[in-house]
């Protein structure tokens, strides 16, 4: 918890760091410690009255509660605002009456939770999860330090610079990029592993809950003398002076780890600066600009969800002391960087660290601990194409026909397992979507019926009204004017004519894999082209905001290698992982997709499948010739419930047999090679799944009806045996 101590004490030294973002495995207090953060945090001083906590020296000239007389302030304690996940529009930036606005000419509004963290922080527990509508907001807010609220040509603007503070697990989806660039600094949390810690841990929190009140007097010395210490940083930060050596030292850092624009540096150059004030000196050293590089720089190397975050800490002591100055000051003899050498009041020392505040009680951890640069667990190292350079593995004889049972010279089901092959690089697919319109979560795959989007119609609002159809609510109200006494130019407008927009944008969707790991697969080297093809869909997946699932079949049967997730990069961890071999247990797969499907769909009826089965048709098992007859009636199953599904055909050679075309048919689906799921092929245009023939089947959020395989430019032809 070092890091993540010093990263939330120096944005309360300087708000102008931009914010923390704390990653971290379940169940390691991250939510409490940021909690924490708002009793440290000095009080503000605002306008009396102001609902939006304007202060009293320099009040916004734009604010809705304005224009504020010049008076005295009154201070409150700094206010630490929670932003759920399930937040509306309206919660978060305010609400603004458009009755009232119509019918009465009175601009009303109702401020959200971005004025209540005006000059405060912003906490968003599981920030990953946020849905995107809210994330463009708070990009906007963050940006420009301030909240715009539009409703039909009335306009509210209030300030909102605040600091944002965000705590995610990474097994349950990442960051859009846009929006981790916009934390200041991130540090990747887990609980220690070593046993005295954890039994401080458990001591401490049995001790909290027999008796609260004593608990936390045990420690208000100890925090009393951090807000001491906060507020005396806060009044040596203004004398901080930044050299050109640290400045060039921040630059090439940057630089040579080639950070995209230039908020890093600026990030960088404001932590580095912090730190020294926090150490109690007004000179940025080599020391803080190393450990502002650990803070800063790691969330910013990612360059696609299944890079791990980290930094190379070699790399970035050669490059700090390739770019260190002459001007730097002379080493200090004295390393401690806390200037009162003295133990603060309330340490503890029974504890492991001295006191709740980590080596010396004082909250401040030894600077140089920064994010460790291995790879996150269960992150997939960057695959490499395989090909004919590759290492040379032994030849597995090749599958038997299908309906054929396996010679008696073929391993048992299950035997013969080869260890996981590395996937290819992944590329840019077509964008595959499932036919109708839903009623899903916000995403960028399929087509929705959304709050967001573009204009299709009006109906009677239920509940407040979010976005006026102005043209339907005038005509609504039009042949009522002689009834209600018009006499003016203005209509008359009542509750009854006021129509909402309904909207039509895009929504993310379940897209469930079952991928054949079988040994008919692993033949000729084909599983690193397959798994670098679900790689990519799942990047693909990633990016249209898609909940993502996997389940392999091979040998005896099928498993459930990742149940439904918003985490590709977990997806993608399996994948790599994947061994292969046995025999083709087709069927087996098929059922076990349907199980999972019919869960997800008592979970969350309103997010709509899209089912994609990675194989090359291929049925064997103990039931011999009946295996290909067994996963057509699984595959019926599926078409029978309208599930939306995609077969990509894996079979290679100058013999084929077709039966992923067979597969597609019985799935109602499309099939589509691996040489046609890519964007830049000429091959195929595979772009929508549609309804079939005239679209009888219901079209609702539920993925109900039937779905039929098309492609766009050209169909899918079924390969045969020349």
Known sequence: MDDLRLALLLNAVSPAVGGVLVRGEKGTAKSTAVRALAAL???????????????????DPECPDGPHEAAPGTARPARMVELPVGASEDRLVGALDIERALAD???????????????????????NLLHDHLVDLLLDAAAMGASYVEREGVSVRHAARFLLVGTMNPEEGELRPQLLDRFGLTVEVAASREPEQRVEVVRRRLAYDDDPSAFAARWAAEEAALRARI????????????GDAALRQIAATCAAFEVDGMRADIVMARTAAALAAWAGRTDVREEDVRQAALLALPHRRRRNPFDAPGLDEGKLDETLERFGGDDRPDADPDPDPDPDPD????????????????????????????????????????????????????TEPSAPPAGQPEPSGT??????????????????????SVPGLGEGAAGRR????????RTTGARRPRGALTGLHLAATVRAAAPHQRARGRSGPGLVVRRDDLRQATREGREGNLVLFVVDASGSMAARRRMGSVKGAVLSLLLDAYQRRDKVGLVTFRGAGAEVALPPTSSVDAAAARLGELPTGGRTPLAAGLLRAHDVLRVERLRDPSR????????????????????LALAGRAARLHAAEGTAAVVVDCEAGPVRLGLAGSLARDLGGTAVTLDELR????????????????????????????????????????????
């Open 41 to 59: 945090m000095p009080d503000v001083d605002v306008v009396a009255g102001c609902r939006f906590s304007c202060a009293p020296g320099a009040p």
């Open 105 to 127: 000419g009175v601009k009303s509004f109702e401020p959200g939770l971005l004025a209540d963290a005006h000059r405060g922080v912003l906490y968003v527990d599981e920030v």
């Open 231 to 242: 507020t005396a940083a806060r009044a040596t930060l203004p004398r901080v002076e930044l």
């Open 343 to 394: 133990p603060d009041p309330g340490t503890d020392p029974s504890g492991p660290d001295g006191g709740p505040g980590g080596p010396g009680g004082n909250g401040v951890p030894p600077q140089g601990q920064g994010p460790d640069s291995a790879a996150s667990a269960g992150q997939p190292e960057r695959s490499e194409p395989s090909g004919p350079s590759g290492p040379s593995e032994p």
């Open 411 to 432: 391993p048992a089901a299950g035997a013969a397992e080869r260890a996981a092959e590395r996937a290819g690089e992944p590329f840019r697919t077509r964008t595959l």
């Open 446 to 453: 399929s087509r929705a019926r959304t709050e967001h989007g």
């Open 608 to 627: 709509r499948p899209l089912l994609v089965v990675v194989t090359d048709g291929r049925a064997t098992g103990a039931g011999g010739g009946d295996a």
């Open 679 to 722: 964007a830049d092929s000429i091959a195929g245009l595979v772009r929508d799944v549609r309804a079939a023939g005239t679209g009888t089947g219901p079209r609702t959020g539920t993925g109900t009806g039937t779905a039929k395989a098309t492609a766009t430019g050209s169909r899918v032809r079924d390969r045969r045996a020349a």
